[in-house]
């Protein structure tokens, strides 16, 4: 369990409350009204005092993108260090009761799934927002998760609220009789300054159902044919042997590094510039890389994987996964660009945080 205040960073992190900018005026949707609506409780009616219970780095990472989308997190609860789910139980209800919080936030994970409806049967008192994933993965059991997460809104009606990243999940919830209201992850500014030197890769272990590093180690050795004094090591996965033997087939041996955590990563890299790739373009919210941005690197996903200003999209988003030369082609321009390309996606989310501050009343 973590007081946000030691994660809290110098800068202030505003909140944004709408969709990115930039199209023209239209017609009100009906999720739009609503996530308008949820998004003006929360900054006028809702208490101050909220529990956010997350799992893991990426997960704390998570309720910092949320922003304001939900209530402000006075404690963030990190389920990952806790072994057992009644354990998990006692202490937050210990929390809850003693820090008189009305309100949870439940970002969705197989930790938080587990302890969601005991939360809700036990802490008759406590309203519940859970974020919902931003896509489902059919081979995941992902459809099997949301019917239970509905059955439980209806038996809970007036206390569960599910939200959905992006909207995405909106229609497929209403298709089995809940409600769900679209939220948008706010880009925030990094808490740290790369350092100079050769840029590390970083290969992610994706969310994808189906593992596929065919092209991501193609991506990677075309990546150093092209920007071999720029490159530096290249850290995969410990138990990707498949992907370990792509990589030596292309004579990438003597630059490879195992992993198991993406912080363990990052530690053992101390700042050293790092493009994370995620392997997948699965509609998903990658966790890791919202650890990578936070700790001042770059990624490069699939649309959608993360909060990005306007304008950065181009640059850190490949939606042809399946073909290496175009990653690779993204890879190089990030590589041999790192630097401007961090400054230009960390003032524009201080830009795009900045301006959406609340301004004083007119007098």
């Known amino acids: 369990m973590t007081d946000s205040s030691e994660q809290a960073d110098e800068r202030p992190r505003p909140p944004r409350s709408g969709r990115r900018s930039g199209a023209g005026p239209t017609a009100q949707r009906p999720e739009e009204t609503a996530a308008r609506t949820l998004e003006d409780q929360t900054s006028v009616t809702q208490p101050a005092i909220c529990c956010h219970v997350v799992e893991g780095v990426g997960g704390r990472m998570m309720s910092r993108y949320l922003a304001q989308a939900v209530p402000k997190a006075q404690v963030v609860f990190d389920l990952s260090v806790l072994p057992e789910t009644d354990e998990a139980m006692k202490l937050l209800e210990a929390c809850l009761r003693n820090g008189a919080m009305p309100q949870v936030v439940v970002v969705d994970g197989p930790l938080t799934r587990r302890i969601l409806a005991p939360l809700m049967n036990r802490l008759g008192h406590v309203g519940v927002r859970y974020v919902l994933p931003a896509a489902l993965r059919w081979q995941a059991g992902d459809w099997d998760v949301l019917r239970g997460l509905v059955a439980l809104q209806r038996e809970h009606t007036e206390r569960l609220t599910l939200l959905a990243m992006g909207g995405e999940l909106c229609g497929a919830v209403a298709a089995l009789g809940g409600r769900a209201l679209p939220i948008t992850l706010t880009p925030v500014p990094a808490r740290r300054r790369p350092r100079m030197g050769r840029v590390a890769l970083l290969l992610g272990r994706g969310a ?140 524009r989310a201080s830009e795009a945080s900045a301006a959406l501050l609340p301004r004083p009343a007119a007098a």
């Open 208 to 347: 994808g159902a189906v593992a596929s590093y065919g092209h991501v180690a193609a991506a990677a050795a075309l990546t150093i044919a092209a920007a071999e004094q720029r490159v530096g090591a290249i850290l995969h996965p410990e138990e990707a042997s498949h992907l370990v033997a792509l990589l030596e087939a292309f004579g990438l041996a003597s630059r490879l590094i195992p992993y198991r955590t993406t912080e363990e990563a990052l530690a053992r890299l101390g700042g050293t510039p790092v493009v994370y790739l995620a392997p997948f373009s699965d509609g998903l919210v990658d966790q890791d890389a919202l650890v990578v941005l936070d700790q001042g690197g770059l990624v490069l996903a699939g649309p959608g994987a993360v909060p990005l200003p306007e304008g950065i999209g181009d640059l850190m988003e490949v939606p042809q996964w399946e073909q290496a030369d175009a990653v690779a082609a993204k890879l190089v321009v990030l590589v041999c660009d790192y630097h401007a390309t961090w400054a230009m996606l960390h003032n």
